[in-house]
């Protein structure tokens, strides 16, 4: 595996720009011309180097997660793992790439590479559509520099590639669509920053634009039923938070919510992967049903280290003291509550619905009771396999009505990159923290991200107790999010047996939150109305301009061609019956002209 | 019966051959000269010379045509029915074009155009698909039509202000014309290449023939080396021009239920890039022009001769039949997909660099204005949105989705060995320009600076 020499090297440089090592910066020249000289090359810079660090890991975790989890595609798995290499190569190219049109290019490959993998699933309708959509949707975003960002990841008006995008294989998830590839937006605005700072409209629009993604996701994630479109809806909001923290000029916050983001991330949905897998033999094959969460429940008891590292990324994501993201999203927080308070109330809003989602996603599937087997018979709808090879599912159907199946937990080659997941999810929110080596108060990650970025002059001259005080009220709201979940999704009340005996008071609630709940239900399961909308515009548009256009080609300009044909044929035609021979017709047309010129 | 295809073979050699010699006798005198190979006088009464002769422009056509028409022979194994008059034919529409992108005397160029025409009309009519005929009048009546315009503005410039009638390209260099007749010849010629380009109003034919055309090299040969004031007169509106071909040819492609004539709507498409590119005149325009040809010629041909493979599998050509038959040919599946890709310019393929070369000599050019600049880029931008659409939701049809039926399984074997070949062979140069133009571009680089300088500026 080439991968893991890759990441060597890149702690190796990563190492190197720790110790304070200058920015590597190498050229060579590839299309040359008088006035126009378009390198290639790469340039290593901090930056650059937490980015390596970063797409090696995750990657390798996950080819080796996938070496298991893609066991039923045999025939497939070359190109799986073919994909999966140009994927990381190409995202590697973007992350060292000099120039725009560098960036560009690695920019399309890896656009194709998620296109790719997205489609891998090939015989799933929904999957073609899907990939479609996300290439579509990024080829627009390929244009202008802001546009791009936007679209890659997934921000406010082009996100709605990314929950479709969920159709593909979970490792793929896993490493494209939550760590690595939605992050290249992020990357690419970081990387403009000192462009874009000078711009104060444009930072502005990005930071609205973060906010209103980082809501909007959050609010869609609350009624999802899938597993992973959850999830999907939580990464977009979570984007959001880095979109809002680089628009408000806290560069460093953002960068660091990106990495522990990358790596709490890619462990929840590896985690949901393993999920998945267990579930699958079980409710079936089709996604609706192996990934629904409604026949999910309690399944710590079967498959605990899942459940304990997925309960980890949660509790990161929820921002909850020691994980990762609590670090670097209360940071975000703060910031923005400092920059512009609408801006700040909207972010601590989304900190509270995340808890919220997160920990309905995590009662939902690993407390209660097990309740895959009350959907009997759903199963045989849905035995056809994705190859369509039935004869793997009738063995398995066997099985199942001899003994009831329960989900086993997956093997420990899936196990082993959650498990070594969970450790930077627990630790590497300690770098941006205050390290004591450091005779200034300065924390580290901030230390030498402003060696990348000279105008920008970040002083953090937090101390650490400050910091915990600014952080007291996420923490307050990320409890309360969790509260609610637990008091609406908690165990005891989808455990059947205690459905009857409801407390008095209980049935208010009830009624009160039931129309709250089906409003935020339809808004969820609409999507928040944005697909349709666009969907309608665009694709309704099109379909009209198309159709106005083949009319065109078909009858105006063809028709005025084949119109001259006709023409000239029957003009053929009628002269020959002019020309017909009969000399008493030449006479009378030579005498009615005489009597014509005579006339005139 | 001996299967063995000696016809094939035979047929094979001069093609091959003639895909190598423009090599030496290019590379033994690498400038921006012309390099003769032949000079007779054959009709001395009018001073009609038969003088071929190679420079950077052309040999990057001469060879793509070698290259395309070698793998077109390989394609054609299968063909049974009068194989031999195939052949002849074949042959004698590569040595058409061949003649066409070598000749350097005007009248010799016409000449040249008319012959390719008339194999290429019986090709059609003979071994075509359903509407053969209907395809090859058509055919034959828009091109006969479109080089009338070349034989009259041809005339005009030989005979213009002279006593004696000169039809040389290099002697017509340095005549000069008043800018009205220099317009009515731009005129006729740009009228005859817009047929056989096809610029937009005068398409209609090539989704019906599913022909590949190329023929944007005379467009740079005549019009712009020997009309440049004409040309620089015309380049907005060739900008124009190809700016809206772009965005109508990739709507009218989406729109096409039928899979040949979506792929040829696609190839009008991308003439449109050709086409801004010589509009914008600079040399990196007009070198990713040239690029653009060559990368479409490739690209289009490969895309076409993938359609005539599943069309062989699937019996069908309408999209909406298909479906589900990614699963039953996965190569088939995979060299679609990546020349689908390489048709939308992804980086890393020829379109790709040819498209950006297009793009930043629009940009570069001093003589327009910014917001022409603008209007221009985001209507090629939109263009560029639109080819995706309308190639990915192609292969979706195609190949995504399951299907049950069991009525098309017997036909659906994946490739064999010849098709994977010729396919390879296709494929190759496209990466291989992709991934370092510098060795392509550096064939025409110096006579396009020589063009530019010598007339533009």
């Given amino acids: 595996m080439f991968l893991n020499i890759a990441m060597l090297l890149s702690f190796h440089f990563f190492w190197q720009q720790i110790t304070g090592s200058s920015i590597h910066r190498y050229l060579w020249s590839w299309v040359l011309y008088k006035n126009l000289v378009l390198e290639i090359g790469y340039l290593l810079d901090p930056l650059t180097s937490i980015m390596l660090v970063l797409v090696t890991t995750v990657a390798v975790m996950v080819m080796i997660y996938s070496d298991s989890y893609m066991f039923y595609d045999e025939g497939y798995i070359n190109f799986f793992f073919c994909y999966l290499s140009l994927f990381t190569a190409s995202m590697l190219g973007l992350v060292l790439s000099p120039n725009l049109i560098q960036v560009y290019i690695f920019w399309e490959l890896v ?55 969920m159709e593909g294989p979970t490792p793929i998830s896993a490493l494209i669509h939550a760590a690595t590839m939605v992050a290249a937006g992020i990357f690419l605005i970081a990387r403009m920053f000192p462009l874009f700072q000078m711009l104060p409209f444009v930072m502005s629009i990005i930071s609205w634009t973060g906010a209103i993604t980082a809501l909007l996701g959050a609010t869609i994630a609350l009624a999802q039923k899938d597993l992973k479109k959850v999830l999907a809806y939580s990464t977009m909001s979570q984007l959001g938070y880095m979109m809002l923290a680089l628009g408000i000029g806290s560069y460093k916050a953002g960068l660091f919510h990106l990495i522990t983001h990358a790596y709490s991330k890619a462990l929840l949905f590896l985690g949901s992967g393993s999920v998945i897998h267990s579930m699958e033999p079980i409710v079936g094959y ?23 590292t997925f309960l980890f990324g949660t509790l990161s994501l929820c921002g909850i003291p020691p994980f990762a993201c609590f670090w670097s999203k209360d940071e975000i927080l703060v910031n923005s509550w400092v920059h512009f308070p609408i801006l700040g109330s909207i972010a601590f809003f989304t900190a509270g619905l995340t808890a919220f989602y997160m920990f309905r996603i995590y009662f939902l599937t690993f407390e209660g009771d097990f309740r ?110 969790i509260l609610i979940a637990f008091y609406l999704y908690g165990p005891n009340l989808f455990s059947l047996k205690k459905e009857n005996k409801k407390l008095p008071f209980q049935s208010k609630i009830d009624v009160i939150l039931k129309s709250f709940s089906t409003s935020i239900y339809n808004w969820s399961y609409y999507r928040a109305y944005i697909d349709g909308f666009l969907f309608f515009f665009f694709i309704k548009g099109l379909r009209f301009l198309i159709k106005i256009v083949s009319f065109i080609d078909r009858w105006i300009i063809d028709g005025i061609i084949n119109g001259i044909g006709i023409f000239s044929f029957f003009g053929g035609e009628s002269l020959k019956y002019i020309e017909g021979g009969r000399i008493s017709s030449y006479l009378f047309f030579i005498i009615f002209c005489m009597f014509f010129v005579f006339f005139i | 019966m001996n299967h063995f295809p000696w016809l094939t073979i ?37 001073n009609f010379h038969w003088r071929l002769g190679i420079d950077g422009f052309s040999i990057g056509l001469i060879l793509l045509t070698g290259f395309i028409t070698t793998l077109a022979t390989l394609a054609a194994w299968p063909v049974t029915r009068n194989p031999r008059l195939f052949y002849f034919l074949m042959l004698a529409m590569y040595s058409g074009q061949i003649g066409l992108f070598a000749s350097q005397d005007i009248l010799l160029f016409f000449f040249m155009w008319e012959l390719e025409l008339l194999p290429v009309y019986l090709l059609l009519a003979m071994w075509g698909g359903k509407r053969r005929l209907y395809a090859a009048t058509k055919f034959i009546l828009y091109t006969a039509a479109g080089s009338l315009f070349i034989l009259i503005g041809g005339l005009i410039m030989a005979f213009y202000n ?65 009309l440049p004031h004409a040309h620089s ?77 599943s069309y062989d599998r699937t019996r069908t050509l309408v999209l909406d039949q298909m479906g589900g038959i990614g699963t039953s040919m996965p190569k088939i599946f995979t060299l679609f997909s990546s020349c689908s890709m390489a048709s939308l310019a992804l980086p890393g393929m020829s379109g790709f660099i040819a498209e950006l070369m297009i793009f930043l000599g629009v940009i570069d050019n001093p003589n327009y204005s910014f917001l022409f600049k603008i209007i221009i880029i985001i209507i090629q931008g939109i263009g560029i949105i639109l080819t995706p659409i309308y190639l990915l939701s192609m292969l979706r049809q195609m190949f995504y989705g399951y299907k049950f039926s069991n009525t098309l399984t ?37 006579k396009v600076n020589f063009l530019l300088s010598n007339n533009f500026f």
Avoid at chain 2, 32 to 39: I, T
Avoid at chain 2, 260 to 289: D, E, P
């Fill in chain 1, 111 to 165: 656009g194709m590479c998620s296109y790719l993998l997205i489609g891998f699933w090939f015989t799933r309708p929904s999957a073609a559509n899907a990939c479609q959509k996300a290439f579509v949707t990024n080829r627009i975003g390929d244009f202008g520099l802001l546009l791009g960002p936007i679209a890659k990841s997934a921000q406010f008006p082009l996100h709605i590639w990314l929950p479709d995008a």
């Fill in chain 1, 286 to 308: 089709h996604p609706n049903k192996s990934q629904n969460m409604i026949f999910m429940g309690g399944l710590r008891q079967y498959m605990p280290i899942t459940a304990i």
């Fill in chain 1, 372 to 481: 895959g087997h009350f959907f009997d018979d759903v199963k045989k709808l849905s035995s056809i396999s994705i190859w369509g090879s039935l004869e793997f599912n009738k063995e398995q159907f066997k099985l199942d009505k001899k003994f009831t199946l329960y989900p086993k937990e997956a093997n420990n080659i899936m196990l082993f990159p959650l498990i070594i997941l969970t450790i930077p999810t627990v630790f590497i929110g300690f770098i941006g923290v205050l390290f004591d080596e450091n005779t200034i108060n300065v924390d580290f990650l901030s230390y030498w991200l402003t060696l990348s970025i000279n105008s920008f002059n970040y002083s953090n001259s937090e101390k650490v107790l400050e910091f915990l005080f600014n952080a007291i009220p996420s923490i307050i709201i990320a409890f309360f999010g």
């Fill in chain 2, 10 to 46: 035979i047929v094979l050699f001069p093609i091959s051959a003639g895909l190598v010699i423009p090599f030496f006798t290019f590379y033994r005198k690498q400038n921006y000269s012309m390099v003769y190979f032949r000079y007779y006088n054959w009709i001395s009464f009018i």
């Fill in chain 2, 162 to 226: 002279s006593n004696e009638s000169t039809f040389d390209f290099q002697l017509l260099i340095n005549k000069t014309y008043p800018l009205e007749l220099e317009i009515i010849v731009y005129l006729s010629f740009l009228i005859a290449y817009a047929v056989k380009l096809p610029i937009i109003p005068f398409h209609t034919w090539l989704p019906d023939t599913h022909g590949e055309a190329h023929y944007t090299y005379g467009l740079i040969r005549i019009n712009m080396e020997l």
């Fill in chain 2, 233 to 309: 007169f015309f380049a907005p509106w060739l900008v124009i021009l190809g700016a809206i071909q772009i965005v109508y040819a990739a709507l009218t492609s989406l729109s096409q239920r039928n899979l040949k004539r979506r792929i040829a709507y696609s190839s009008v498409s991308h003439m449109g890039f050709v086409l801004i590119g010589i509009g914008s005149i600079t040399n990196l325009g007009l070198n990713g022009a040239i690029l653009q040809m060559i990368s479409h010629g490739l690209i289009g041909a490969s895309l076409f001769f993938l359609a005539g493979i």
């Fill in chain 2, 410 to 446: 017997p036909y659906l074997m994946d490739a064999g060995p010849r098709e994977i070949f010729i396919l390879i062979c296709l494929f190759f140069p496209i990466i291989s320009i992709g991934i370092y133009p510098n060795f392509v571009l550096s064939i025409w680089n110096s």
